[in-house]
């Protein structure tokens, strides 16, 4: 009988002496768990990894406003709008003569809150009262002003779609605790500017690419549609796919190196369980009335509250888009800020009351933002353009030091001067918050090491807890 002289490393192991080879590996990898952790993970991509350090959050809960809310109409209050109000100043117009218009005050008024006395704008008056609780960003900056790029950058540190997104390295690293769902959700009802490469894995094996859920509508029946099978009951359906996965290992036996094939070969058996374990999650009706009054009621509302639901029951990163496209594009008017934050300021406050109760928001990094921010002058008579030299973004919980603003921007908004915080620097932040050493989590592909940060970023290490 001819048999194949090719055999795997494994294979050889596990024949060699009777397998001798594979009980002196197992003794190896005894000793260090980070080994055995990645032993696993090569059985199962999204098992639960071991960090590189001890992590101060777990969990992610990304709240993207996408279009890019403005920071001096939110966050940033800057009063010499008012006193510059119609006028373009020299220290602006000599460093952008073409693109600066005339500086427009912001029609919405501040006050302080909390402990620190943060300026909160009216359009957040739940949010306010939560101040305590978050770190607010004022000297954020990213690289281009338009929502492409821009989003792209925010979501994966680079400006084409060919990179990993940020959720993507985050189960790349960490897995999830949750085998029976996804490790990284992305909420959306539609579709952004971008699409799918906003959450998708590009050269990381296709398991860790993000679940979009269009959650316009959260009917449980309809979120995994196709579940019932009116010709298959559940039991023959899952020995259906028990055969599938012993064919897909007998297949695999010559393949052991194969982080791709197995890969995919998870992602089938997840896509089953992800049918029957999504029922339960969406579900809404499960929460008391008391918690459903506290978000609140509308599509934004309902959004937290299910991503409160799948983090708490082992999702690694939760991403819920604002709406679908750019809704918070305001460059015609700039009022219609006040109609988003209404439709989101209670749900992000509850959000964060609610994990606070739980005890879960110690370890649960919740991130408030969009892809840029928006100009302090004019576009025509009352909206705002893009902006990327300055703006505002919050994160909350998990690890990162409640009720205080730090870093600005300049007298008037423009531009990030006090510890400027570009967004690799926010991503390396992230990271080392989740356990995870931004430039040691890498991916090899095309013959050379990648990385979320690329070759940039630094931790802030003065807004850590």
Not at 331 to 357: E, F, V
Not at 369 to 384: D, H, V
Not at 407 to 430: K, M, R, Y
Request: proline fraction near 6%; aromatic fraction near 8%.
């Amino acid at each position: 009988m001819n048999q194949s002289s090719d055999i795997s490393r494994r294979a050889c192991l596990a024949r060699l002496g009777g397998g001798i080879g594979t009980l002196g590996l197992a003794g190896v990898l005894a000793q260090d768990q980070s080994a055995w952790a990645a032993t696993e993970a090569a059985v199962n991509p999204l098992a639960p990894k071991v960090p590189h350090f001890a992590p101060k959050a777990k969990r992610i809960i990304h709240l993207f406003m996408n279009g890019g809310p403005s920071h001096v109409d939110t966050f940033d209050p800057k009063p010499a709008l008012k006193e510059y109000a119609g006028q373009q100043p020299e220290e602006l117009t000599k460093n952008y003569p073409r693109s600066v218009g005339k500086l427009f005050p912001s029609p919405f008024k501040f006050t302080q809150h909390g402990e620190n006395g943060i300026a909160v704008s009216e359009l957040y008056p739940h949010v306010a009262n939560v101040i305590d609780d978050i770190c607010v960003i004022k000297s954020m900056h990213t690289d281009i002003p338009n929502h492409e790029p821009g989003l792209l950058i925010m979501n994966s540190g680079h400006s084409q779609p060919t990179r990993p997104s940020m959720g993507s390295w985050l189960t790349y690293g960490l897995g999830t605790d949750n085998q029976n769902l996804p490790g990284f959700v992305v909420l959306c009802p539609g579709k952004p500017v971008v699409g799918p490469q906003l959450w998708g894995n590009s050269f990381l094996p296709g398991i860790f690419q993000g679940c979009h859920i269009n959650n316009s509508k959260l009917d449980p029946q309809s979120v995994i549609q196709h579940v019932h099978n009116s010709q298959l009951p559940p039991a023959i359906q899952r020995r259906q796919l028990d055969l599938l996965q012993e064919l897909n290992r007998e297949y695999s036996t010559d393949r052991a190196d194969d982080p791709q094939l197995e890969a995919r070969i998870q992602s089938y058996e997840m896509a089953f369980r992800l049918q029957f374990a999504a029922q339960e999650v969406f579900d809404l009706k499960q929460e008391s009335s008391a918690t459903r009054e506290l978000y609140g009621s509308g599509q934004f509302a309902d959004g937290c509250l299910v991503a409160r639901r799948l983090v708490e029951r082992g999702v690694r990163m939760v991403q819920l888009y604002y709406g679908g496209g750019q809704p918070w594009d305001d460059y015609g008017d700039i009022m219609n800020h006040a109609n988003h934050a209404k439709q989101s300021d209670q749900a992000i406050a509850a959000l964060i009351r609610d994990l606070k109760s739980r005890g879960m928001l110690d370890d649960t990094l919740i991130i408030w933002g969009g892809e840029f921010g928006r100009t302090p002058w004019s576009q025509g008579a009352k909206g705002r353009d893009h902006h990327s030299r300055g703006f505002t973004m919050w994160l909350a919980g998990g690890g990162v030091k409640g009720g205080i603003a730090y870093g600005n921007t300049d007298q008037f908004g423009n531009a990030a001067v006090e510890t400027p915080v570009h967004v690799h620097d926010l991503h390396a932040t992230i990271l080392h918050l989740m356990g995870l050493d931004h430039e040691r989590l890498t991916y090899r592909y095309s013959g050379r090491d990648f990385r979320l940060t690329d070759v940039h970023g630094h931790v802030v290490a003065d807004i850590l807890a």
